[in-house]
């Protein structure tokens, strides 16, 4: 039976989510907003009228701003004003400037790091105020620590190559343009998963801008709950303005992708399933899929394609790869396996699309073949009303989370996420989709949802459902932190509480997945 303490933790937890939720939760008069003052007005009276730091609506560079977004999802909102901060300093001074008008419903606020996750609305803001990170872009390698320390605006691609001649490596994004904050706050994947863990899991330290406008470190032993909901915890808690991760030796590794005609991905499902059942190393990054273009057109339209690495120094292809390289037929013409570095490796998958609606979504399943297969059958069948859409790119993508991975979710006090690595390897199911038009859009999401669901059904009637959904490549609809679990839900709701007791980053920052709904 519950304690008195845990029923007034919960009945507080309760009543504070329907005050998030209903915009009780208030201010003191004293720190109200004079009468008629904008949040703008405010925002120019603290950093000057010319500040380079403040962009307006109606000028090129905010055109040019605001058009830079992975989906046009976000570019197409349009916030009255972009804020570009340049220090930590500049973050608190916007935070305790804004606070007073966010938490009395009187303006929002979005957070924009790289501008790469397409989901609907959680990196921008229509009529509020964005805050750009990418002016923040320091990066202070300390050799003799074995670290890195990011500033939150940095991207991915620029990390590897002040990296590269160092002979090091950091648990990072799979593409050049990817933003560090993003994928750090939601999990992240990255080349060295199956050895490092998530991306989060090699955080050291995050700085942080609270709602309070203090900047405050968290780490295992300063801020350590803070800390802990932040990996995983998404955008909830404060402005992340840096962060100092582990790096390690990392010299050139074998991989690139494979692509071959659909009719072979059954096997290639096979094989995936086999090789992370019975792992014989934690040193591969595997990735398969079966997708739909009008680019593909030559080959058909459809095809089977294996984005496959292995991450060890090796003079020859090694052997855990074949079952993905050797398939046949394949179209030679594009396959890309060689020898390469972590830049090359980002570089040749960072998507040449832009301007076009973007969406991920997700679910994950035990690691069980048939499973897999009938999840791909579901969505081939499932697309067909699609094939017409202009510019549409289409895929189903396999994405496992190795035992290994699973054991680093433990590091340093864990993360939020909620995954066991006693249940074994999993397998994540990204459905990604890209289209032109605003006006397909309904078609275009609905047909993707319903394939998900169809899938999401068919695996639970299998007893093969995992309740887990990333965030990084979630849907706006999906419940990514009821997929954490209660506990950990509970967990980041105290937090919230904790650092954010007038819920500025909850009804505040309306992008992204919160907490009390």
């Known amino acids: 039976m519950l304690q008195p303490p845990h029923l007034f933790l919960l009945l507080a937890l309760s009543i504070l989510g329907a005050q998030y939720a209903t915009g009780l939760v208030t201010p003191s008069l004293a720190s109200a907003p004079r009468n008629g003052t904008t949040v703008t007005d405010a925002l120019v009276q603290e950093f000057g009228a010319h500040d380079d730091s403040l962009v307006f609506q109606g000028t090129p560079r905010y055109n040019k701003l605001n058009g830079d977004y992975l989906s046009t999802f976000n570019s197409e909102l349009e916030p009255v004003l972009i804020f570009l901060p340049s220090t930590s300093a500049d973050v608190a001074k916007f935070v305790k400037c804004v606070e007073p008008f966010v938490t009395l419903g009187l303006a929002y606020i979005a957070i924009r790091g790289g501008g790469q996750q397409p989901t609907p609305a959680c990196n921008n803001v229509a009529q509020g105020v964005t805050v750009d990170l990418r002016n923040m872009a320091g990066i202070t390698v300390d050799a003799t620590a074995n670290s890195v320390t990011l500033e939150a605006g940095v991207r991915w691609g620029t990390v590897y190559q002040t990296l590269q001649p160092l002979g090091l490596g950091v648990a990072g994004g799979r593409t050049n343009t990817n933003g560090v904050g993003g994928q750090v706050l939601s999990g992240g994947l990255s080349f060295f998963s199956s050895r490092e863990g998530f991306i989060t899991d090699n955080v050291i330290s995050f700085e ?37 991760m582990r790096t390690f030796q990392q010299g050139c590794f074998y991989g690139g992708t494979v692509f071959y005609p659909p009719q072979s991905f059954p096997s290639q499902v096979d094989a995936i399933v086999n090789e992370l059942n019975s792992p014989t190393t934690s040193e591969t990054n595997l ?74 979504m997700n679910l994950h399943v035990k690691m069980d073949s048939d499973t897999l297969k009938s999840a791909s059958d579901i969505y081939l069948a499932g697309i067909q009303p ?3 859409v202009q510019n549409i790119t289409s895929s189903f993508t396999l994405q496992p989370y190795a035992e ?101 980053f909850q009804r505040g920052v309306p992008g992204g997945w919160k907490l009390f709904v």
């Open 208 to 244: 942080v801008v609270l709602a309070s406008g203090q900047v405050v470190t968290a780490d295992p032993t300063t801020n350590a709950d803070l800390y802990k909901a932040m990996r995983g915890g998404g955008n909830n808690f404060g402005i992340m303005t840096k962060i100092t």
């Open 287 to 360: 990735v398969i899929s079966v997708a739909y273009s009008k680019r593909f057109e030559a080959f058909g339209g459809t095809v089977g394609l294996n984005q496959v690495y292995y991450t060890a120094p090796t003079a020859e292809p090694p052997q855990v790869l074949k079952p993905f390289t050797d398939v046949q037929p394949q179209f030679d013409v594009l396959n890309s396996m060689r020898n390469m570095t972590l830049v090359d490796a980002a570089n040749e998958l960072t998507p040449n699309t832009k301007h076009q609606r973007v969406a991920y």
């Open 386 to 388: 699609l094939l017409d």
């Open 404 to 504: 290994s991975l699973l054991e680093k979710t433990s590091n340093n006090g864990g993360n939020v996420l909620g995954l066991d690595p006693n249940h074994g390897p999993i397998m994540s199911v990204l459905l990604l989709t890209w289209w032109d038009n605003p006006s397909d859009d309904h078609l275009v999401v609905g047909t993707v949802k319903s394939v998900l669901e169809q899938i999401k059904s068919d695996a639970s009637a299998r007893g093969t459902l995992v309740p887990f959904i990333h965030m990084n490549s979630a849907f706006d609809d999906q419940d990514v932190i009821d997929s954490y679990g209660s506990d950990n839900k509970k967990f980041l709701q105290t937090v919230s509480m904790k650092y954010d007791s007038r819920g500025l």
